[in-house]
């Protein structure tokens, strides 16, 4: 059940997206990585409460998966990051690992303001190899 529910929240992630690049990803050496971010009162309120995430239209949900780019597998990463506003403020990002079947999935919450923009800087490690993301988004509050 919970892992139907999570196949589903990511597929309404997609649809939910403000307009952007068509797909969020970066290649980084041997890892796709592909990302999203969303306001959580996006969710519904059972995806919510099947993830603890609170909904509320000033925070927001990162969601992050790395693939190894030749087989396309889920990887089990160690991740942490920060946001960084235009105003310079820099918060930092606590991510959790969510395993739903073969995918694994990284996620961090984020209070915002209306229109705010944000820099962030993720930094993915697994044994000798590090990348590091870097993407902007701007919120919306509803």
């Known amino acids: 059940m919970r892992r139907g529910i999570f196949a589903t929240f990511i597929a309404l992630l997609t649809l939910v997206q403000t307009p952007v690049k068509a797909e969020q990803y970066e290649t980084l050496g041997d890892w796709d990585v592909h990302y999203i971010v969303i306001n959580t ?20 949900l990162v969601n992050i998966s790395v693939l190894d780019k030749d087989s396309h597998k889920a990887q089990s990463v160690s991740m942490m990051g920060d946001a960084t506003n235009l105003l310079g403020t820099k918060k930092k990002l606590t991510f959790r690992e969510v395993k739903d079947g073969d995918a694994i999935y990284y996620l961090a919450v984020l209070p915002f303001r209306d229109q705010e923009q944000y820099r962030f800087n993720i930094n993915i490690s697994h044994g000798n190899q590090q990348q590091t993301l870097k993407f902007k988004h701007k919120f919306y509050s509803e």
């Open 41 to 60: 009162s996006f969710l519904s309120p059972e995806i919510a409460r099947a993830y603890g995430l609170q909904r509320s239209q000033f925070q927001g």
